[in-house]
């Protein structure tokens, strides 16, 4: 790994702690704060390496998890967030639009089925889901998730866009 590569990792991986910290404490941009920080991982990605890029999620969340006080906050960064940027890179390289959506929302219902098990308790605790249907809440998800996919892909294009030569 290159100096600069490092230097970058550094930068981001303050970038990244100062977000999830701000996340784990400010009510109602969770979810905005969360999408930004998967970001991080994916430019380290696109200025380096997929390798760099998992040391870099391994490195945040082990920090994260030492140094930001509200462990619960940071589970859906863990879990989903955090590796998306990678899942997202490999996938992408399939170049079949109908394979990669597939793809990716088996990687995104897989994390959510898992999550939800290991941490039903944790989510939910008392609150009881009867009143929403369980169609309407899964098909609400992979609306959003879509939603977080395309908005990610429009900020790697803005990205790479806009400081292509830097």
């Known amino acids: 790994m290159k100096t600069k590569d490092v230097a970058l990792g550094g930068v981001l991986l ?4 100062a977000t999830l910290f701000i996340a784990s404490f400010i009510p109602g941009v969770e979810l905005s704060l969360f999408t930004l920080s998967s970001f991080y991982i994916i430019l380290m990605v696109i200025r380096t390496s997929a390798k760099a890029g998992w040391i870099f999620y391994g490195s ?10 509200n462990k619960l906050a940071l589970i859906p960064y863990g879990m989903f967030f955090g590796i998306y940027g990678l899942i997202k890179h490999y996938i992408e390289r399939i170049e079949k ?3 990669e959506v597939l793809l990716k929302l088996l ?3 897989g994390s959510l089925g898992m999550s939800f098990y ?3 308790d ?4 008392n609150i009881k889901l009867a009143n929403y249907s369980p169609i309407i809440l ?3 998800a992979q609306i959003f998730f ?6 990610l892909t429009l900020l790697i294009g803005f990205y790479q866009k806009r400081f292509r030569n830097s």
């Open 138 to 140: 899964v098909i609400g």
């Open 14 to 17: 303050a970038l990244s702690l």
């Open 107 to 109: 990687f995104f219902n």
């Open 97 to 99: 639009q109908a394979v």
């Open 60 to 69: 945040s969340c082990l920090l994260a998890f030492l140094l930001i006080p």
């Open 122 to 125: 944790v989510f939910l605790g």
């Open 118 to 120: 290991i941490f039903k």
């Open 146 to 151: 879509l939603f977080y996919d395309y908005i």
